[in-house]
């Protein structure tokens, strides 16, 4: 009896370790981590630390510009081309109502400011005056005669200040800041100049409508006289240069540097024009049948090529403007540091129309490079023999030190001809040869 009773306690005994095993055999999740002591599992709802209330990356970097910034139409690309004179008409916006119809005659003010020197002008009448914000500017002068308009115009501009009139309330408020309309010209070659020469006179918050070539702005005084200077100088232009560019990050397949060398027998002699050395890198001056295909497909046999960056940028002729490879950039990368500037010329060189560029290359750090270039309308510029270390910050890396930055440049010509003298007759037809003959005359 004992023997039976010991051999049902021994099998109770292994039904429970099966039991166990079993268990421990089959776990309740599949997965489990311990992250600062919390169990996470397949069902846990994950928790994030809470963010600062600021714009995500992706909708700042949100722009209508960068489609037309930022892509090049190599199969359809004009190097030279001519485009009518538009004027370019500039309104401020919010001047509020017409002034009443009174005149003005032997009014002197003498080291009043704005508001008190129309106070004194409008005492007795119904119009108040009043400052939107602190105005310390003062003025003086005398009017012998004119409108009303015509006066608060004029002592208005003398201490630096805007106005607009509100009739209901009878009403002149004054303030520092206005806003414009610029009624820009129709292509969008033009525009880009005018907006990167706005942005090169550091204003920013520039809106633009692209379907009705309209752009508003906010500044003060100071920054209307810029605009203006910035209008006349572009109206007052004959040319405009424009540079379409494509920049590569090349790996060489073996443990050695691309052989640039190469290209002479490639391409032969007569389609590499010059050869100009800078501090860091060298560029080559090459003809036409040096473009972006035929310039990858030479790289592609010693090295893998990749497109960091493509894009366009103008600038009116004289004027200096810039390409920031970060903007255009495919995905963020070591390069996209890189600023590509500009300064260039077109017009008569010792008897030649020639172009006459100064390309620099900078980054946060400073000038990289920089190269003199006169080059003939159709050449291209390959910048070459940039290292890729120079964008590296880190005392090691992964990228070869026979990766290299190679920039592709095709510099483009056009021609502003006013349409009232009849210039522009039929030159919005030539191509080729017979619009090169045509900048040649002008």
């Known amino acids: 009896m004992k023997n039976i009773k010991f051999l049902l306690f021994g099998l109770f005994v292994m039904m429970g370790l099966v039991a166990c095993q079993q268990q421990v055999q089959q776990p309740l999740f599949d997965n489990i981590t311990v992250v600062d002591e919390l169990v996470i599992d397949e069902n846990s709802v994950p928790i994030f630390p809470k963010k600062a209330a600021l714009t ?48 003005v005659s032997d009014y002197e003010f003498k080291n009043l400011t704005v508001k008190r020197a129309l106070d004194k002008l409008l005492d007795g009448t119904d119009i108040a005056v009043v400052e939107d914000e602190p105005l310390y500017e003062k003025i003086t002068g005398t009017i012998s005669a004119g409108s009303l308009a015509d006066a608060v115009e004029l002592m208005t501009k003398m201490g630096r200040v805007y106005y ?12 520092h800041q206005s806003k414009w309309l610029i009624k820009m010209p129709q292509n969008e070659t033009i525009i880009m100049a005018l907006l990167d020469a706005m942005h090169g006179a550091d204003m920013r918050n520039l809106l633009v409508d692209w379907q009705d070539k309209t752009l508003i702005f906010e500044g003060n005084y100071q920054t209307e006289r810029e605009v203006d200077k910035i209008i006349a100088d572009i109206a007052g232009k004959k040319y405009m240069l424009a540079w379409d560019i494509d920049v590569y990050r090349v790996y060489p397949r073996t443990d050695n540097p691309i052989v640039w060398m190469n290209l002479l027998p490639a391409f032969g002699e007569n389609n590499i024009k010059m050869s100009i050395p800078g501090v860091v890198g060298r560029t080559l001056v090459v003809g036409p049948e040096i473009n972006t295909k035929t310039l990858q497909e030479f790289m592609s046999q010693q090295a893998n090529v990749v497109l960091v960056s493509q894009g366009t940028f103008a600038i009116p002729n004289g004027w200096q403007s810039r390409f ?68 590296v910050t880190t005392p090691e890396t992964l990228v070869s030190p026979f990766a290299e ?9 056009i021609s502003i001809v006013d349409t009232q003298n009849g210039d522009f007759a039929g030159a919005d037809e030539l191509i080729g040869d017979a619009l090169r003959d045509y900048l040649d005359e002008e």
């Open 405 to 413: 930055l190679v920039v592709f440049m095709s510099p483009r010509v």
């Open 164 to 175: 607009y009139y509100d009739a209901q309330n009878g009403e002149i408020h004054l303030k």
């Open 324 to 391: 920031d490879i970060g903007q255009c950039s495919k995905e963020e990368r070591l390069e996209t540091d890189l600023i590509v500037g500009a300064t260039a010329t077109y017009g008569d060189m010792a008897g030649r129309k020639k172009i006459d560029a100064k390309i620099v290359l900078r980054t946060s750090n400073g000038e990289l490079s920089s190269f003199n270039i006169p080059s003939t309308v159709g050449d291209n510029y390959v910048i070459i023999g940039i290292p890729t270390h120079s964008f």
């Open 56 to 103: 995500t990356d992706t909708a700042r970097r949100f722009s209508v510009e960068l489609p037309r910034r930022c892509e090049v139409d190599w199969d359809n690309q004009t190097v030279v081309s001519v485009v009518p004179a538009e004027k370019v008409e500039v309104v401020r916006l919010g001047v509020g109502d017409a002034l009443p119809d009174l005149q």
